[in-house]
């Protein structure tokens, strides 16, 4: 999924950081986790992950990924229609046998994202993120997915690897150029195609991974690890209104929306210190004085709120000779047409200090 900030350009540069300085294992934890591809990589790698984000889309990529180590078997979901391929995958029929259910499912006018971000949908705006059909799928789907969990016909594994699906599945159909802060005025080609659910296979793993939902800077105050990454927000756009659409589709919690985009309303809690330009580096200091880890590493940008004269000093005070490792890294910038255009390089930046 195309997600702001994601590194997974720069996941080779991050693996090579961390492996010359801290070792090959211990505990690994990435608080600002996002899509988790960085802490996916980890998991990957052996170690062992804590993870957190703000936004519950995060929450459920982390669950499906990180903290779920099985393959999904699907198996009290006993009575699903056979399907062609069903017998080719040893182990994995049912799981094949719930997506084809739910990719044929079609839906009627009467759910939250029909009505709200479909054009013939009952909203004032006419708003175009989603085709008529693929917003009567996305309810029905999401609807769907729900009513098993709740009649126990799925593991917490199993909804949180249905929901990703769904989730990734959405980002493919969806009228925007980049983020879901505005959608397109004319229809681009993605949205013509008809919403599918596909597979994905969690990460084989011994070991136990927790993933959180929760505010950085209280959870630092509950957690140890060894090697604590930290990947920030660098600009004040808040990840909640640029991911409104996905949030709601993930929460499906019949929120109040408004204006032509039809953002949702979200509360303080939700807001991240990390956009602000009063509260970035208080927060920022804040979080290092209490991290209690043997090593930290940090993704930041030239663009950022902070300088990395600001960000050297505070790792200054948690360790001796704070390190800064430039990066050279295309900067992706999408137009109304969402062609890419205006490629700039932006100096992307890795810290990294031994804590005292
Ligand atoms: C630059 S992105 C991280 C991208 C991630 N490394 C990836 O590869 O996908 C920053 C993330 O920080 C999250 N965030 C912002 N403020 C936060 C806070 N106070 N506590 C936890 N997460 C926060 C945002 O929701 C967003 O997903």
Redesign the pocket.
Known sequence: MR??????NLLSYIEAVTLSNCGRDGVFC?????????AAHFKKLGFQIIS????YV?YIFGRALIQNNEKPTFSRLTNLPETDSSNLFDGISNYLKALNYLNQLEGTSDGFIFNNYCPSGDNEYKRKYLSDRNGKKIDVIRQQIETWRQDKLTTEAEYYVLLLSLLEAVSKVTNISGTYAAYLKDWDARTYKTLKLKPFFPIPSDKEHVVYQ????S?IEQIECDILYL????NSRQ??TNYHLLETIARYDNPHVYGKTGLRQYSESEK????SKSECLK?FADLISKAKAKHIII?YNSEGIMSEDEISYVLGLKGEKPEVIPIDYRRFKSNSSGRLKNKKTVQEYLFYVQTK
């Open positions: 997600y702001i900030g994601c590194k997974n990435d608080l600002f986790a996002g899509t988790h591809t960085v957190n984000d703000l936004l995060a929760e505010d950085a800077n959870l990947d920030p927000p660098y990840y909640i991240s210190a990390y956009c927060a993704s």
